[in-house]
C-alpha cells in the first residue's frame, strides 16, 4: 500500500525550488520531446527524441525501460513514469535546450505534474504539453494557432491552445527554468499540422520502437 501521503510532502518539499522564468542557454538550437509507454503492467518505457530548433530535423533517440513498482495515481505520475525518463536523457549524446514532456508543469494541484519535477530533478528547462486538463477553468480558442489562458485559483498556470482543426486544444504549462510565454512560442514553433506539437508526437511515434531497431 503506497504512502501517499509521502509523495505528495516531497512534491510541496520540491515545489519551492520551481524556477518560472527563462534560464535558457541563449537562443534556442535544439529541442526533445519525451513520452512514455507500458508494454507491461509494471514496466515502463521512454522515449526521447532530440530535434534541431527551429528547423525540428531528428538529431537523436533514446530509449530506456525499468520496472515500476509504483502504482498509476493522478497527481503522483513522476513517481512512476520519472526514473525511466531520466535514464532515458542520461543516454542522450546531445543535452536538448529544452525538454519538452508529454503532460503537465505546473497546471497540477501541487504545481509539480511531471514536466516541473523531472525539470527539478534534472536541473534543465522543461514545458509540459498535455492532451487533457488536470485542473483548472479556460474559455476554448477558436482558431487555429490561438490560445486562451488556464487559470486555477484566481491564477493563470497555462494555456490552451488550439493546435489543429477539429481537435481539442492542448494544454501547455510551463515546467522549470522557462516562462510560460517562451513555453507557448517554442510549442507553437514546433507545429507541423497535427495536434501535438513534433517534439512530442514523435516520441510518442517511436515509443513502441525497441532501442534496437
Given amino acids: 500500500m503506497i504512502n501517499t501521503e509521502k509523495y505528495i510532502r516531497i512534491q510541496r518539499e520540491l515545489r519551492k525550488k520551481i524556477i518560472l522564468e527563462d534560464r535558457l542557454p541563449g537562443e534556442i538550437k535544439t529541442i526533445a520531446g519525451v513520452d512514455q509507454a507500458f508494454p507491461e503492467r509494471d514496466r515502463v518505457r521512454s522515449c526521447i527524441v532530440v530535434l534541431s530548433f527551429p528547423e525540428l530535423n531528428e538529431i537523436e533517440r533514446a530509449f530506456s525501460e525499468i520496472e515500476t513498482g509504483f502504482p498509476y495515481i493522478p497527481g503522483l505520475l513522476t513517481f512512476r513514469e520519472g526514473p525511466s525518463i531520466i535514464e532515458a536523457y542520461k543516454k542522450l549524446r546531445k543535452r536538448p535546450d529544452v525538454l519538452m514532456i508529454d503532460g503537465h508543469g505546473i497546471a497540477h494541484p501541487r504545481r509539480m505534474g511531471i514536466a516541473t519535477h523531472v525539470g527539478i530533478l534534472l536541473d534543465i528547462p522543461t514545458v509540459g504539453v ?81 532501442e534496437k531497431s
Fill in 130 to 210: 498535455a492532451k487533457k486538463k488536470l485542473i483548472g477553468d479556460f474559455k476554448a480558442p477558436e482558431r487555429i494557432g490561438e490560445y486562451e489562458p488556464l487559470r486555477y485559483q484566481n491564477k493563470i498556470i497555462g494555456a490552451v491552445l488550439k493546435s489543429r482543426e477539429g481537435c481539442n486544444p492542448i494544454f501547455i504549462s510551463p515546467g522549470h527554468k522557462i516562462s510560460l510565454k517562451t513555453g507557448i512560442e517554442v510549442v507553437k514553433k514546433c507545429l507541423r499540422g497535427h495536434k501535438l506539437p513534433e517534439p512530442t508526437r514523435l516520441a510518442h511515434k517511436f515509443v513502441n520502437i525497441s
